[in-house]
């Protein structure tokens, strides 16, 4: 499959993400020396924070750009498959800021990062709880469905849980969840939605005929300017957070 994160789009339109990230950053509470796998890790902003408290960190995302990025920091990362993690009890920690959103069989998910961690190692996370962009998923949906007949193109790609459905998936793998909450976050854009959906949705409009996309784009774009755009053409992503700390066996 192609690439379809770019480190330099990114940067321009969704930096906001690991800027928004010092919430579940204080959870995890990342202490001197400890081994720390950063799941989903992008071009290492935040990873870099890891590091800065003093922890080892090594940072695993599937997009090669996005860790080419990180690895241009200076950053201990590969790029992996966060459905197929391959490690064994080695980690205090995992922490991963809005990636699981993107990997859509979350027991896998969940399976492989209790087999990374140590016994007692914590789990701790954000990322598109239920409900999360629920107004652009329903634009795009409609859109992709009118042009290609395709149905739910987002739900494909998109896991937004609610807390009950995570917390039962942690639970049988073992986990003890210690605290798990939405948090809606409206979140001011820093480009338009056409902007938005070529960089954070590019994987939903990949799924689509390449003549099409522009199409589909400014076409879901136009559907969502009355509820997300202001009359000063400001926009705003109708973000809801899902965040949990779990610990291992
Ligand atoms: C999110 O961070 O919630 C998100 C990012 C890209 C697409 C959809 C949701």
Redesign the pocket.
């Known amino acids: 499959m192609t690439d379809q994160w770019n480190a330099d789009r990114y940067e321009k339109n969704a930096r906001f ?1 690991s800027e928004l990230g010092q919430g579940v950053f204080n959870w995890l509470n990342p202490k001197a020396g400890e081994r720390i796998l950063d799941l989903g890790c992008g071009d290492g902003v935040l990873t870099q924070k890891l590091i800065d408290a003093g922890a080892h960190v090594l940072g695993v995302d599937s997009s090669p750009d996005m860790i080419a990025g990180a690895v241009t920091r200076g950053i201990n990362a590969h790029v992996a498959d966060g459905h197929a993690l391959d490690f064994s009890g080695e980690f205090d920690a995992v922490f991963s800021n ?1 990636a699981l ?1 993107w990997m859509t069989r979350p027991d896998d998910v969940i399976q492989g990062v209790s087999n990374a961690l140590k016994p007692g190692g914590r789990f701790v996370a954000e ?2 709880g239920h409900g ?2 629920a107004a ?1 998923r329903t634009a795009l949906s409609s859109v992709i469905r009118t042009h290609t007949g395709i149905r739910n193109a987002p739900d494909k790609i ?1 896991y937004f849980p609610s807390p009950a459905e995570h917390q039962t998936r942690l639970e049988s793998a073992g986990f003890t969840v210690n605290r798990i909450a939405l948090i809606p976050r409206p979140t001011p854009i820093p480009g338009d939605m056409g902007a938005w959906l070529d960089t ?2 590019a994987p939903v409009l990949a799924s689509v005929d390449g003549a099409l996309r522009s199409v589909i784009r400014d076409e879901a774009a136009a559907l969502l300017r009355p509820a997300l755009c202001d009359s000063d053409g400001n926009w705003t992503a109708d ?1 809801i ?1 899902l965040r949990f700390e779990a610990v291992a066996l």
């Open positions: 993400v809005a959103h990322f598109g999360n962009v652009i998109w954070l949705a973000y957070r």
